[in-house]
């Protein structure tokens, strides 16, 4: 059974940073790419960055290229969303979530099949 515990979410300002964390249980974390999501209140759940299971490959949604960015540490079963220039409209929910398929990175949820709990970041004006 995988488990996935966001942490780092929170309140800041416009223009401000957080670093989100994602860290895993079991033993095969290192075998799969992983992906962020988000979801505003009345929104759907959404693609924000999505990184191969050795680091090597990423991929960003086009809202928040230059300002996202995700990293994994394989041996801490972690990964990690580094958030700078926060906008208003980067307010969500943020998920993490263990890609289930093996060919290249996806940005579609119905790929995703472990999720977690999800943790609240809110950007003031």
């Known amino acids: 059974q995988v488990q996935l515990v966001e942490s780092g979410g929170g309140l800041v300002q416009a223009g401000g940073s957080l670093r989100l964390s994602c860290a895993a249980s079991?033993?095969?974390?290192?075998?799969?790419?992983m992906g962020w999501f988000r979801q505003a209140p009345g929104k759907e759940r959404e693609f924000v960055a999505a990184?191969?299971?050795?680091?090597?490959?990423?991929d960003y949604a086009d809202s928040v290229k230059g300002r996202f960015t995700i990293s994994r540490d394989n041996a801490k079963k972690t990964v990690y969303l580094q958030m700078n220039s926060l906008k208003p409209e980067d307010t969500a929910v943020y998920y993490c979530?263990?890609?289930?398929?093996?060919?290249?990175?996806?940005?579609?949820?119905?790929?995703?099949?472990?999720w977690g709990q999800g943790t609240q970041v809110t950007v003031s004006s």
């Open positions: 079991g033993r095969t974390f290192g075998n799969y790419d």
């Open positions: 990184i191969s299971w050795n680091g090597g490959n990423t």
């Open positions: 979530a263990r890609e289930s398929g093996i060919y290249g990175l996806a940005s579609d949820v119905r790929d995703y099949d472990y």
